[in-house]
């Protein structure tokens, strides 16, 4: 089997991705014995490739492209968008006001090339990137994913995303959960409209004079206590209004105010962090343009373009500094749930922390799955390797459930430690076939690295004495672990699956041999 035949099937992946996606999540829910989510977790990510060019500047459009444009054109001339006139008699599109408007308009959905440049997660500007929307569930596996052009926004291809969840899994009446980057009026109004809640993150930076006012006035606010000392602290605020560009993009909802001194102590930090920062670009006279976020934010220039820092600006330093530990969230339930008026609780307060599942999900697929950087330019062989890893994650992360529920709980790093553990040699013994189990070379020091050599010592010890993870996992899924040499028969009984003759060794092995 060569190399092409691996890319090949790339394109049946891509065919039946749906197909394939729902069939899994058929599967997950008769394991979870669940019908359905009630909280959906949203976030969005990029990832880069090892090429210099862009699929605009290689001329490569989508390969779907040509399709996904004739039906915007059918449904323009559908809607009157389009008329006759529009079109010569072989129905090709000419030159004029509504065509060239139409073009405008299908360049800004994003749709004709897929690898471009844009907002990179991982600082990779000079590369091409590929935008993946992933969505999933309370307990981190994946329910579904959209991928998106590199340079493609991510407020305006939610809707999207939501749309065709909405139509492949009739989702209603779910809480979509999500940060402050998704966070817009016209999304929220867009949520509520697909008959779905909403929980995310608000900046408090830009409250309006009155909400600001009410956050830090002590009064109205809950606290948190923990082993008799307060901690935190949170006030709700009703019929709060997410104010959009336009009037009808309002959205009345419940504004969650929180103060937490361990956010606190931490925000006060960075603050430090960036004064020395801009201190040391001022002795170096370093230019800075003016900025919203970041150190630049606190840099003080003469110019309202690029220009050399003068200093800091003491202003905006004490807002932020008077900002540190505060944090908002705004929620609303969805439109046709009966306790649509009911406060948020503090499992919905959680439900928020838990975001960080989602961004664990793409740790895990970039890190251990091979997600990036990607090697194919394809866009039919991008989306389907973005499905491999995807189906991987979700995968992993049933393991993960399962162990939970039986009491032996792993971490990812730990299960796939474990997995890369479990490599047999298959050796000839007379005329038969057997297996040999034998261990690969390790880099003990793998997320270990800040340890000492006594703590390093203490902790692979530790880690000696604990249950075999293998046969943990094993155990967890319905198996038992082979032992150290096994002939074909008893490997397949291991294994779960019929391997009654050589024939069902697949011919890489027994070129091996």
């Known amino acids: 089997m060569g190399l092409d035949s691996y890319y090949n099937s790339y394109d049946y992946l891509f065919e039946h991705k749906d197909s394939i996606m729902k069939f899994f999540n058929r599967s997950i829910n008769n394991q979870l014995g669940k ?9 969005v990510t990029n990832v880069y490739f090892e090429t210099a060019l862009t699929d605009l500047e290689c001329g490569r459009q989508q390969m779907d492209f040509q399709d996904r444009l004739q039906e915007e054109v059918q ?6 968008e389009l008329d006759a006139a529009c079109f010569d008699k072989e129905g090709r599109l000419v030159p004029g006001q509504k065509t060239d408007d139409f073009i405008k308009k299908i360049q800004a959905q994003k749709i004709e090339y897929l690898r471009m440049r844009g907002p990179s997660k991982e600082h990779r500007f000079d590369l091409p990137l590929t935008s993946i929307a992933l969505v999933i569930n309370e307990e981190g596996i994946p329910i579904d ?7 493609a926004s991510e407020f305006k291809t939610m809707a999207a995303s939501i749309e065709s969840l909405k139509q492949k899994y009739n989702v209603k009446e779910s809480i979509v ?11 929220l109004k867009m949520l509520q409209s697909n008959d779905l809640g909403f929980l995310m993150a608000q900046k408090v930076s830009n409250l309006d004079q009155k909400t600001t006012k009410a956050m830090f006035d002590p009064e109205g606010y809950v606290p948190i206590i923990r082993q008799g000392e307060e901690v935190a602290r949170f006030k709700v605020v009703k019929d709060w209004t997410k104010k959009g560009k336009r009037k009808a993009e309002d959205t009345k909802c419940t504004l969650v105010l929180t103060f937490d001194k361990k956010r606190q102590k931490r925000d006060l930090a960075v603050l430090e962090v960036w004064k020395q920062l801009v201190l040391k670009k001022q002795a170096q006279g370093i ?10 934010s606190i840099a003080k220039t003469s110019e309202k373009t690029e220009a050399r820092i003068e200093g800091i600006d003491e202003e905006t330093f004490e807002a932020k500094r008077r900002l540190a530990g505060y944090a908002a969230l705004v929620y609303k339930n969805a439109p046709n749930c009966q306790d649509n008026d009911a406060v948020p609780d503090g499992r919905l307060a959680a439900a928020y922390h838990e975001l960080n599942q989602i961004e664990s999900c793409f740790r895990i697929m970039k890190s251990h799955l091979g997600l990036r950087p990607m090697y194919v330019r394809n866009s039919n062989h991008i989306k389907g390797h973005i499905l491999i890893c995807v189906i991987a994650l979700g995968i992993l992360k049933l393991l993960q459930w399962k162990l939970n529920k039986s009491g032996t709980p792993l971490t990812i790093s730990e299960i796939i430690r474990a997995l890369n553990s479990a490599t ?3 050796i000839k013994s007379g ?12 880099n003990i020091r793998k997320g270990l690295e800040r340890l000492s050599q006594e703590e390093l010592k203490a902790e692979l010890a530790k880690r000696r004495k604990q249950p075999n993870q293998l046969e943990i996992l094993f155990k967890t899924v319905g198996l038992v672990p082979p032992a150290r040499l096994v002939n074909l028969k008893e490997m397949g009984r291991c294994l779960g699956v019929r391997l009654t003759t050589e024939e069902a060794i697949p011919e890489l092995i027994k070129d091996m041999l």
């Open 35 to 43: 019908t359905k989510a009630t909280l959906i977790f949203y976030d």
């Open 75 to 80: 449904l323009a001339y559908e809607s009157g």
């Open 145 to 151: 994913f959209y991928v998106y052009a590199g340079n």
């Open 177 to 187: 959960v999500a940060d402050r980057g998704l966070n817009s009026a016209a999304n």
């Open 287 to 296: 230019k800075v343009k003016p900025k919203s976020s970041g150190w630049a």
């Open 424 to 426: 047999t040699v298959p």
């Open 431 to 442: 005329d038969e076939l057997m297996f040999l189990q034998c261990s690969r070379p390790q």
